[in-house]
């Protein structure tokens, strides 16, 4: 280890309780994106990213988009070697909150907390997703500014503000920032570690398409008592229509759904068979027993390598207490598609389009909302930077990373790929259990403070590629 | 035409103005009784009502119970003479007013309004159901009461509150209260003309029970992204069981639904098609074109003589702006189930819980809410109450009323007969697109002057029973 790279965790050590205070200032920020009712929030935190980026030298500021604020900064490098120049990528808006009444502690008033697994936790939402996953990149900046007066190699920042409702406004912002946005490649904490004691590093990530449909039964909303028996209720041709979205074997039934998605190799099977994934665990810990996806394949494959067509939200008549003895005039269903490589979003939200269609009544008519998505991306991960993060990583831990597929979906990684030609390193620090997008979300203390150090040691073994 | 009577139809002529005004007080009480927010505007709706009971020279309470309070008013007849003792049953409780947004005017803000298909209408929340209607039998009393000091048969009132939500409170109020309740017969204002023209007298009424499902699949919400295709959904689970609760011919799957249903005799249907019902026009007007019900029963059929299932209200997930990539923890649905002669609430509800845990998925657990229902009752018309009735009404309409079945269900009428022995007599005065528990609800102008008016004849028709 360098001196300076010593001098620079010594740092990190020091700081500990104002870095975590830092990271409470964000979180104490409510900047939910897909609500506008947050605009103003979001506001906010794109301010409060670019104020802390100017704090540890990087020169940085909001730009407007039709959306939500993007913030950038760019920090050359100190040491005068011609090590890479990377782009950092988080995102400060956060999920919804509700239910509200399931939280423990209010959402957005970050606190320590017992954890009996893990010890020392950090609450709140967005503690996890992304903010307290951003802030070790940011943190490991500050120490190595504080310490050695500047970064080891040329970093540039983008922080967007609408990573959870679609990223509508990133495509045209990297269109009209090519220049100032390509660099060798990028540097993404949104992701997870293996488990609490096992850094990882995401090599495949899942896509992710949506659409909300409307079913419009009669023109307004009826008595049941007058009407029942022989008026259309919206809510039964939802229901009877997406209770037909999977077979008895899970097995989704949209037309072609399935048409471009690979079988897993077998090599590639036999290495996620060495994790000795644990799918009791993984399921008990969340009160379920047995996987729902499709039966010929085990739940590390439904997660890491199957696509899935989600229901995320149904409304439909009267919800509130007591009862109401209506047939609503509309019901609708909110879902989203997880995709894997070579899946193209727009026929899969076609084929959905037609799988309602085709089982509509002549009575009923049918509206769609939305329909962007993203492609899945997978990684070549035998090139220097993964290594140099592999190695940093090591050091760290103690222990070799694992490098694992992802559920999950980040549009920009895609984007990055599709839009400015570059690869991306995909390192964080999330648990599986960390509640995100859940109340009583939450981030390990551990996660925070050694993730920090993690990319010190990153951005050093970096400069020396 | 008696002497009497005439003033007192001349008395409602004169009297007009102040008695919309009347209805309109009332209206303006948002006294929807199952939302527990406007308990207090249900005790000041049970306060105006007996207040305009005493005003008319009833003797008249509000009696408090455990939910919302029973109204209950005396009035002896005046004439010495032996009519029959009558019961008049309404309720002044009120369905919500949701969705508010497509109101053309606010619910509680009664208005007269130009109506292109019936000339004036009053609008508002119950202007129809029940307020318009039992203030007709109301007005009707304060003619007979300022015109001749008193009525012209002995009169009970009882006006409820939980029409709407159930009547929780009635059969213990009907058994505590047995003795002063108990009258020779009971005359109910909650049903409906055969067209606006045409007066009717329902002969049978649909029953009425429900349930609502609550299905648990994770224990808490979880992320798509983590666990989607892996965790149970129990959205996915609640609309594949539900999506099956017709079959493609719009039958019922509940186990043993049809077993106590009669086939209705020819003898009915060839009643029924006299009426020269337009089912065209009746589905029509709420923009449908084909009944939804079994297909081998007429639109009619569907809504007078077959039992239903309905879906009032399904919601789980995230329904608010947006896209959220949950798997809910929870989903639930509300339903109800409109019953003929000779089903047994219990045995559907039953049923229904048999139906959904048959189908449930072992990770998954169901919670069941409410229950409780009341049959489907049937008049013998040939008693002397029906024929003077029927007689006031063509003495007043010009036109021989229709005996009509009733898709709709009031328990109180059920109660009357299993738990005082009482018959009912019901005449009102709404019609099919009077928009009941739905936005812009209104009633005829004509509806509630001539129900004024037809309730004044029937009342002297009965004293000389």
Known sequence: MSEQLNSVLDALSRDEKASTERLFQIIRIPSISTDPA??????????????TLKEIGFEA???????????????????????PHVLFYGHYDVQ???PLDQWDTPPFEPQLKDDPKYGTVISGRGASDDKGQFMTFIEACRAWHETTGSLPVSVSVLIEGEEESGSPSLAPFLEANRDELTTDFAL????????????????????????????????????????????????RVLTNILGDLHDEDGAVQIPGFYDDVHVVSTEQRAQWDTLSFDEKQFL?????????????????????SRPTAEINGIVGGYTGPGTKTVIPSKASAKLTFRLVPDQDPDKIVAGFKEFILSRLPDDCSAEFLRGQGSPAVGFDISGPAFQAA???LEDEWGKQPVFMGCGGSIPIVESFKSELGMESLLVGF?????????????????????GARSWARILENLSKM
Not at 430 to 450: C, F, G, M, V
Request: overall charge negative; some cysteine.
């Open 61 to 83: 500021s909001v730009r407007q988009t039709t959306g939500k604020p993007m913030v950038v900064g760019h920090s050359q490098s100190g040491n005068g070697k011609s090590g």
């Open 284 to 304: 008990g810990q969340v009160g379920l027993q047995t996987a729902a996806g499709e039966k010929a394949h085990s739940a590390l494959e439904q997660i890491w």
């Open 96 to 98: 919804p909150a509700d």
């Open 430 to 450: 999330a648990l599986d259990d960390n509640q995100i997008h859940s109340p009583n979300e939450k981030y390990n203390l551990t996660s925070y403070r050694k």
């Open 188 to 235: 993404v904490c949104d992701t997870g570690q293996w488990d609490a004691d096992t850094p990882a590093i995401t090599t495949m990530l899942r896509g992710l398409c949506s659409s909300e449909v409307v079913i419009t039964g009669p023109s307004r909303d009826l008595h049941s008592g007058m009407y029942g028996g022989a008026a259309h209720n919206p809510i």
């Open 390 to 392: 592999a190695g940093a």
């Open 38 to 51: 947050y605009d103003e929030a979001c506001q906010q935190a794109a301010e409060w990213c670019a104020n």
